[in-house]
C-alpha cells in the first residue's frame, strides 16, 4: 500500500487552477458629446466676392448639428475551441500587458494568444474593454454628427476566449451568468456606457434669463438663494460610466468518455491510440495536468464519442494530494467512464478499487455512471501458455489476465457491498460493463475497447450533458445595478433652479447602462467566497447542494424531486419511491397562508407554542418580521434550540417517523461588512461540507443549514 500512501510527486499549486480562475471585468465608458455655443456656425469667404462688387466678403455658415460620443466597449465572453483552460485568465501570465484593447483602438481581444489579464485589484487580473471616443469635429475621430444617416460609432468589444464548457459566475454572489457551450458562443457580461449626446450650450445671454428667472421663482417662494447653477445640459454631453464586476469562471469539460485511473497507468497513451489527439506521454507520474479531448470514431465514423483524458487521481485526493479532486468535475458532463488500470503494477485490483473509492467519495453518482476497465500494458506481462486464436475459437485468456480480471470483478464487488453494509448515500456503484486486457503501445484490444466504449455510452442514464442556463433575468441583474442609478446620480449636480428647456435627449438616450450596484464593494467581496462550484452532484446529494446558486439550486430540487430522492421536507432520502416521497410530505398547517396583517395567524402562532409548518415563502416582508418578533417574545422555542444565538429561527415538523425537517429562517439581508461574514461563514460551511461529503453523513440537514434566507426562500418555493 505504499504506492497509494505516498511516493507521489507534489504537483505545483499553479497546475491545480486550470479551470478555475477569478477576474475583473470592465466594460468602456461612454464617449463625451459635443458641445457647441448656440451661437454656432462661423463665417466663411465668399468667393463669389469679387473686387469692386457690393457682394459681402464672408458670410455666415451655421454649424452642422452636435456629435454624440460614442458608447463604450462591452466585454464579451467567446466560446473558444482552440483554448483548453482557464490558464491565460490568471493575472503575471505572458504578454499580460498588451491584452488590453487601446482606447477606441482596434478590437481588444484577451488571452489566447498567450495572456492573462492585468493584475487589478485585489490582485485579480482586470479586463477592460476601451471606452468610447469622444465627439470631436476638428480631428474627426469623435462620434458622428447627429445625422441620421451616418450611424453612431461603434466602439470594439473587448473579447475574452475562453473554452467550451466555461460556466461563468457572478463572484460574490454567485449569480450564474450564462454557459459557454458552443464554437463561437459570445456572452456579454459587462456592457459600455452609453456616450454623451451632442448638446448646443445655451448662449451667455439664454443662460442668464434663465438663471434669473429661476432665481425670481425661488425668491417668489420664500426661498433664500444662495448659488444657482445651470449645468444640466453639459452633463447630458457626458458619457456614462462603464459596468465593473468580478466574475467567477469554471470550466467544466463536455465529454461522453472521462478516463480516469492512477497516474503513469497509461490514459493520455491510450486516448493517443483511440483518437487523434496527441497528448503529451511520459514514464512520469502527472504528465497530464489538465483535460485533454480526442474524437473516436467508430462504426464507420458515424459514432463519434468524445474521450476526456484527466489527471491522474491518487489515493488521497480528497485531501489535496496530487492534483486534488477538483479535476474531477470534469467527470460531471461525461455519460460513461474508462478506467485505466496498469496491468504491469503490483496490484492492478487495489489501485481499480483506490480510485473507485475517491470517485464514489466526490460523487456518488459517477459509480452508477456505466464503465469500462481498461486493462492496460498487457505487453509488459510475462507470456501465458493460453492457446491463441484458432479457426472458429475464440483466443483463449491467459491465466495471469483471467485472475487479474477477476481480482477487478471482485473489487467492484466489494465496493458495491460496502456500500448496502454502511449504507452510503447515493446509488448503488455498478460493476463493470467490460473488462478489456489491452496496450495502447501495441494496439492490442484497442477495438473490443472502443465497441465496449460505444456500449458504455448507450447504456448510460446521462443523457444530455446538463447545461446551466441562468433564470431570465441573472443577468441583466448582475450585470447592472438598479435602473436609473446612474440616471439618478448624474441629475444630482443639476441646480434645483435650472429650468432647461433644451434637455431634450433625456428621453431620446433611454435607459442608461446603469453602474453595477456596488462598485467598490464587488472589488472588496472578490476576495470572499462564493460561486464556489466543485460541481459534485449529476443528480441528487444533499451536501452539493450548499455550493450552488438560487438559480442552480432550483434546477438541483426540481431534479432531486423528480427522481424521487427529495422528502417532502426537502431531505434528501437515498432512494425512496414516489409514493414513500409524497406520504412523508408534511400536513399543512396552514392550508391558505396568511396575508398581510393575518393577526389571527400571528397570534395562533405565538398563543400555541406548539411546533407549526410555515410556508415562508408565502409570508410577505412585514408578516415575516412580525413572525420572527412574535417568536423571540413569547420565547417560542427557546430552551428547545429553535432559536439560535444569530436569531435564526428554526421551524421544525415532526412527521410520522419523528423524522425531523429543520428550516432556517435568516434575519434581513445585509451589506458590507456583514455581507463579508455571510461569505465567511458559508466558507466555512462548505468546508464542512467537504467533510459530509467524504464519509457517510450523519447529518443529511448539514447542507440545508448552511444555506442563506434567500436560497431557503427560493428553495422552499417549490415545496
Ligand atoms: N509497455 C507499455 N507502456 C505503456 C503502455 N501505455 C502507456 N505506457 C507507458 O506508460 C507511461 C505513462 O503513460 P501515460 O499515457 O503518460 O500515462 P497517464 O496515465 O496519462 O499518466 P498521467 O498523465 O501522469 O496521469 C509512458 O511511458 C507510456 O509510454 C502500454 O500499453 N504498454
Ligand atoms: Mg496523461
Redesign the pocket.
Known amino acids: 500500500m505504499d504506492r497509494h500512501a505516498a511516493g507521489w510527486p507534489e504537483i505545483p499549486e499553479a497546475h491545480k487552477v486550470f479551470d478555475e480562475v477569478v477576474i475583473t471585468v470592465k466594460s468602456g465608458r461612454g464617449g463625451n458629446g459635443e458641445v457647441v455655443p448656440a451661437d454656432r456656425g462661423r463665417y466663411v469667404s465668399n468667393h463669389k466676392y469679387k473686387p469692386g462688387g457690393n457682394m459681402s466678403k464672408q458670410i455666415w455658415l451655421p454649424a452642422s448639428d452636435p456629435g454624440d460620443g460614442a458608447d463604450g466597449g462591452d466585454v464579451v465572453l467567446v466560446c473558444d475551441p482552440g483554448v483548453d483552460s482557464l490558464l491565460h485568465l490568471h493575472a503575471g501570465q505572458r504578454g499580460l500587458q498588451q491584452q488590453q484593447a487601446g482606447k477606441g483602438g482596434k478590437a481588444g481581444k484577451a488571452g489566447g494568444g498567450g495572456g492573462g489579464g492585468r493584475a487589478g485589484a485585489g490582485g485579480q487580473p482586470a479586463f477592460s474593454a476601451p471606452d468610447g471616443s469622444n465627439a470631436n469635429p476638428n480631428t474627426g475621430s469623435g462620434g458622428p454628427k447627429r445625422n441620421a444617416e451616418i450611424k453612431k460609432a461603434r466602439t470594439p468589444c473587448l473579447e475574452i476566449p475562453v473554452p467550451p464548457g466555461t460556466v461563468v459566475k457572478r463572484k460574490g454572489t454567485g449569480a450564474l451568468l450564462g454557459e459557454l457551450l458552443q464554437p463561437g458562443q459570445r456572452l456579454t457580461v459587462a456592457r459600455g456606457g452609453a456616450g454623451g449626446h451632442g448638446v448646443v450650450a445655451p448662449s451667455r445671454q439664454q443662460r442668464q434669463a434663465r438663471l434669473s428667472r429661476a432665481e425670481r421663482e425661488a425668491r417668489a417662494k420664500g426661498v433664500e438663494v444662495v448659488a444657482v447653477e445651470d449645468d444640466e445640459w453639459l452633463e447630458d454631453s457626458r458619457g456614462q460610466p462603464g459596468q465593473q464586476l468580478s466574475l467567477s469562471l469554471l470550466l467544466r469539460v463536455v465529454a461522453d468518455v472521462g478516463l480516469v ?1 492512477f ?8 486516448l493517443k491510440a483511440l483518437t487523434r489527439a496527441s ?10 495536468l489538465m483535460p485533454n479531448l480526442g474524437v473516436l470514431s467508430a462504426g464507420g465514423g458515424a459514432n463519434k464519442a468524445v474521450l476526456a ?1 484527466l ?2 487521481l491518487i489515493e488521497g485526493a480528497h485531501k489535496g494530494r496530487g492534483l486534488g479532486r477538483n479535476f474531477l468535475r470534469h467527470l460531471r458532463r461525461t455519460r460513461a467512464l474508462l478506467h ?1 488500470v496498469d496491468a504491469s503494477a503490483p496490484d492492478p485490483a487495489t489501485d481499480y478499487y483506490a480510485v473507485r473509492e475517491e470517485l464514489r467519495m466526490y460523487n456518488p453518482d459517477y459509480c452508477a455512471r456505466p464503465h469500462v476497465v481498461a486493462l ?5 506481462l510475462p507470456p501465458g501458455s493460453a492457446q491463441p486464436e484458432g479457426p472458429g475459437r475464440p483466443a483463449e485468456v491467459p491465466p495471469q489476465v483471467a485472475s487479474l480480471i477477476a481480482a477487478l470483478r471482485e473489487a467492484a464487488t466489494r465496493q458495491a457491498a460496502e456500500h448496502a453494509q454502511h449504507s452510503y448515500e447515493g446509488p448503488v456503484p455498478r460493476p463493470p460493463l467490460a473488462i478489456v486486457p489491452c ?4 494496439g492490442e484490444g484497442l477495438k473490443e475497447l472502443a465497441a465496449a466504449l460505444q456500449r458504455a455510452i448507450g447504456a448510460s442514464h446521462v443523457a444530455e450533458p446538463d447545461i446551466l442556463r441562468p433564470a431570465p433575468d441573472t443577468l441583466a441583474d448582475a450585470r447592472g445595478g438598479p435602473a436609473g442609478a446612474a440616471a439618478a446620480a448624474v441629475a444630482g449636480t443639476a441646480a434645483a433652479a435650472a429650468a432647461v428647456s433644451h434637455s431634450t435627449s433625456e428621453a431620446r438616450r433611454g435607459a442608461p447602462p446603469p453602474p453595477p450596484a456596488g462598485w467598490d464593494e464587488q472589488a472588496a467581496g472578490a476576495a470572499a467566497a462564493g460561486g464556489s462550484d466543485d460541481g459534485g452532484w449529476g443528480g441528487g446529494f444533499d451536501d452539493a447542494a450548499g455550493e450552488l446558486s438560487p438559480a442552480e439550486l432550483e434546477e438541483f430540487y426540481a431534479r432531486a424531486r423528480a427522481g424521487g430522492l427529495l422528502d417532502g421536507q426537502g431531505n434528501f432520502t437515498g432512494a425512496p419511491s414516489p409514493d414513500q416521497a409524497e406520504e412523508e410530505r408534511p400536513t399543512q398547517a396552514h392550508a391558505a397562508p396568511p396575508g398581510e396583517g393575518d393577526q389571527d395567524f400571528l397570534d395562533s402562532l405565538a398563543a400555541s407554542g406548539e411546533d407549526e409548518w410555515v410556508e415562508l415563502s408565502e409570508l410577505d416582508e412585514a408578516t415575516l418580521a412580525a413572525v420572527l418578533a412574535e417568536l423571540e417574545a413569547e420565547a417560542v422555542g427557546e430552551g428547545e434550540g429553535l432559536l439560535d444565538p444569530a436569531r435564526d429561527i428554526m421551524l421544525r415538523e415532526e412527521d410520522d417517523d419523528g423524522d425531523e425537517g429543520v428550516m432556517e429562517a435568516g434575519g434581513e439581508a445585509t451589506t458590507g461588512e456583514e455581507e463579508q461574514e455571510v461569505a465567511e461563514k458559508e466558507a466555512e460551511a462548505n468546508l464542512e461540507e467537504e467533510d459530509v461529503r467524504m464519509a457517510p453523513p450523519d447529518d443529511p440537514d448539514a447542507a440545508l443549514l448552511a444555506l442563506s434566507t434567500e436560497e431557503l426562500l427560493a428553495l422552499e418555493k417549490d415545496w
Open positions: 485511473g497516474p503513469n497507468a497509461g490514459k493520455s497513451s491510450l497528448p503529451t506521454i511520459a514514464p512520469y507520474p502527472f504528465t497530464t483524458d489527471p491522474g485505466v492496460n500494458k498487457l505487453d509488459l496496450s495502447a503501445a501495441t
